[in-house]
T-cell receptor, first 113, second 113 residues
Framework: AQSVSQHNHHVILSEAASLELGCNYS??????LFWYVQYPGQHLQLLLK??????LVKGIKGFEAEFIKSKFSFNLRKPSVQWSDTAEYFC???????????FGTGTRLKVLA | DTAVSQTPKYLVTQMGNDKSIKCEQN?????MYWYKQDSKKFLKIMFS???????INETVPNRFSPKSPDKAHLNLHINSLELGDSAVYFC????????????FGPGTRLTVL
């Protein structure tokens, strides 16, 4: 079955630290990839997306993600986190030819001021 | 203007009751979704409608029934509520079901006592 794995369930960082959140998917074909963020008490919002082209994707709020096809990965990065980045982060995949979004289990990020 | 709205925001009810959650989007999107987010923040797709046609119907109890009176609305009706139905239910919409960014509503927190 197709699945999305986010290995880090909880991450605690100090402000200005660098962030990398892992995301791996299990599907051999073409996929569209997304990262969403859910701030406390709020709904999910899109951070960035990848469909094709340059595997390094820039998103909002200084986030970026790199698609590595050979590793089935789409890791999220930010060079310097802020307290306001405290949130739950979800990786999601749509296998090509399907309509089904598959979400990862989420990573809870806490940034200490 | 709210892009994707849900009512009610909170719903507290007794086991065995029947309840509905309403969702409306004013983005002109063709596709709408219902997701369930459990207490561990795991987000699972339940249903999706594209132009009022059901395109995703995941393994959920048949006590859950979606209804799409038109493209802008997707309601969720739940019969004979059980304790395990307690969760946050998110509605979402997208322009392109196979690759598009999803816009999420604020969520409905359902508590079954």
């Amino acid at each position: 079955a197709q699945s999305v794995s986010q290995h880090n369930h909880h991450v605690i960082l100090s402000e200005a630290a660098s962030l990398e959140l892992g995301c791996n998917y299990s599907y051999g074909g073409t996929v569209n990839l997304f990262w969403y963020v859910q701030y406390p008490g709020q709904h999910l919002q899109l951070l960035l997306k990848y469909f094709s082209g340059d595997p390094l994707v820039k998103g909002i709020k200084g986030f970026e993600a790199e698609f590595i096809k050979s590793k089935f990965s789409f890791n999220l990065r930010k060079p310097s986190v802020q307290w306001s980045d405290t949130a739950e982060y979800f990786c999601a995949v749509i296998p090509s030819g399907t309509y089904k979004y598959i979400f990862g289990t989420g990573t809870r990020l806490k940034v200490l001021a | 203007d709210t892009a994707v709205s849900q009512t009610p925001k909170y719903l507290v009810t007794q086991m065995g009751n029947d309840k509905s959650i309403k969702c409306e989007q004013n983005l002109g999107h063709d596709t709408m979704y219902w997701y369930k987010q459990d207490s561990k923040k795991f987000l699972k797709i339940m249903f999706s409608y594209n132009n009022k046609e059901l395109i995703i119907n995941e393994t959920v109890p048949n006590r859950f029934s979606p209804k799409s009176p038109d493209k802008a609305h997707l309601n969720l009706h739940i019969n004979s509520l059980e304790l395990g139905d307690s969760a946050v239910y998110f509605c979402a919409s997208s322009q392109d079901a196979s690759r598009g960014e999803q816009f999420f509503g604020p969520g409905t927190r359902l508590t079954v006592l």
